[in-house]
C-alpha cells in the first residue's frame, strides 16, 4: 500500500515535470455539449493547451461544423453524438469513444438547458427537460466515464454549474434547483474518488451571451446581470477557459470538489 502510495506520488511528479503544468498534451478530453457557446470554446481551449478534443450532443449539423472548427484537416472521430439525457445513449457513447480512443482523460459536463418564466407557470415537462439535461446527465456521465477513470488510474472530470448554484435565481428555480444538484453531485463524487486519483470539480460561470439566453433574457434581465457584476459587464467566452484548463491540467493535482467561479465579482458585490 506505502509503495504504491509512493508510486503514484511520483507519477504525479513526472507527469507535471514532463507535460509542464498547464498543458495537456497527451490527453483525450471529451466535452459534452461541446457544440455551444461554452462548450466550444472550452474545447478549443484544450486543443491548443495540446489535448486530444472531442465533442458530443444531440445535433449532427452542430458536431460536423464543430470537428471542423477544431480540426479542420482531420475531423473525423471528433464528433459524437449523444442524447445525455439518457444513461444507456452515455454507456453507448463510451463504448463508442474507447473503441475510437483507447483512453479519456478529461471529462467536460457543459451541457444544458433552461427556462426562464414564473415557477406557477412551469409545467411538468419543461421542469424535467431542465432536470435531465442539467442535472440527471451530469450524474451519469461521471459514474459512466469515472468507472473507466477509476480502472486507469486516475482522470479529471470538470461539471459546468452555475451562479444559480450560489444563491436563488427568481425565474429560473428549476434551473437554480438542477445546478445546486449538480455542485451536490460535484462535492459527493468527489469525496468518493479522490483516494482513486479521480478529481471531481466544478466551474460556476456568470453571465456569458449563448444561445443558452440570448433570446431568453429580456433586455433589463441582461442590464441586471451586467450592473451586479463587481466588472459590470458580462463574460467574454474565452475567459472561461483558463480556469477549465487548470481544472483538467496537473496544474490542480491536489484540487477535487472545488466550485472555481467565474462572474467578474458578481458573488463578491454585495451592494
Ligand atoms: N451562458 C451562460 O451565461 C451560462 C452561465 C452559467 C452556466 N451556464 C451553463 O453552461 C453550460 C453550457 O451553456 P451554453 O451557454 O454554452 O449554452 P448553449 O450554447 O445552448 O449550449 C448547450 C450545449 O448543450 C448541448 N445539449 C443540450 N441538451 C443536450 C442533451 N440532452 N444531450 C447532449 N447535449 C445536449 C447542446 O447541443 P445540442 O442541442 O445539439 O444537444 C449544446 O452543445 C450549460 O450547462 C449552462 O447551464 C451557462
Redesign the pocket.
Known amino acids: 500500500m506505502a509503495m504504491a502510495a509512493t508510486a503514484a506520488a511520483k507519477r504525479r511528479e513526472t507527469e507535471m515535470r514532463d507535460t509542464g503544468m498547464y498543458e495537456l498534451e497527451g490527453k483525450t478530453a471529451l466535452v ?8 466550444r470554446e472550452l474545447a478549443r481551449g484544450f486543443r491548443d493547451a495540446g489535448a486530444d478534443v472531442l465533442v ?4 449532427r449539423e ?1 458536431l460536423a461544423e464543430t470537428a471542423t472548427f477544431l480540426y479542420p484537416d482531420a475531423p473525423d472521430k471528433v464528433g459524437y453524438q ?4 439518457s444513461p444507456a445513449e452515455l454507456r453507448r457513447l463510451r463504448d463508442e469513444v474507447l473503441a475510437d480512443h483507447r483512453r479519456l482523460d478529461i471529462l467536460v459536463n ?5 427556462a426562464i418564466k414564473p415557477a406557477l407557470e412551469l409545467t411538468e415537462a419543461e421542469y424535467d427537460a431542465i432536470a435531465d ?2 442535472l440527471k ?1 451530469t450524474f451519469f456521465a461521471c459514474t459512466v466515464f469515472g468507472a473507466g477513470m477509476i480502472a486507469a488510474g486516475g482522470g479529471s472530470i470538470v461539471n ?4 444559480a448554484a450560489h444563491n436563488g435565481w427568481a425565474l429560473a428555480a428549476a434551473y437554480s434547483a438542477s ?1 445546486w444538484g449538480v455542485v451536490g453531485v460535484t462535492k459527493s463524487l468527489a469525496a468518493e474518488w479522490g483516494s482513486r486519483n479521480v478529481r471531481v470539480n466544478a466551474i460556476a ?4 451571451l ?4 440570448r433570446e431568453r433574457m429580456s433586455p433589463q434581465r441582461k442590464e441586471e446581470a451586467r450592473r451586479r457584476a463587481a466588472m459590470e459587464r458580462m463574460g467574454e467566452l474565452h475567459e472561461l477557459v483558463g480556469a477549465a484548463i487548470f481544472l483538467a491540467s496537473p496544474a490542480s493535482g491536489f484540487v477535487t470538489g472545488s466550485v472555481v467561479n467565474v462572474d467578474g465579482g458578481y458573488l463578491a458585490s454585495g451592494i
Not at 32 to 39: P, S, Y
Not at 56 to 59: E, L, P
Not at 205 to 208: D, I, L, T, Y
Open positions: 459534452i455539449g461541446g457544440t455551444g457557446g461554452i462548450g458530443a450532443g444531440r445535433s452542430k449523444v442524447d445525455a439525457r457543459c451541457q444544458g438547458t433552461t439535461t442539467n446527465s459546468i454549474a452555475s451562479l445546478k460561470p456568470g453571465f456569458f449563448t444561445d443558452l439566453n
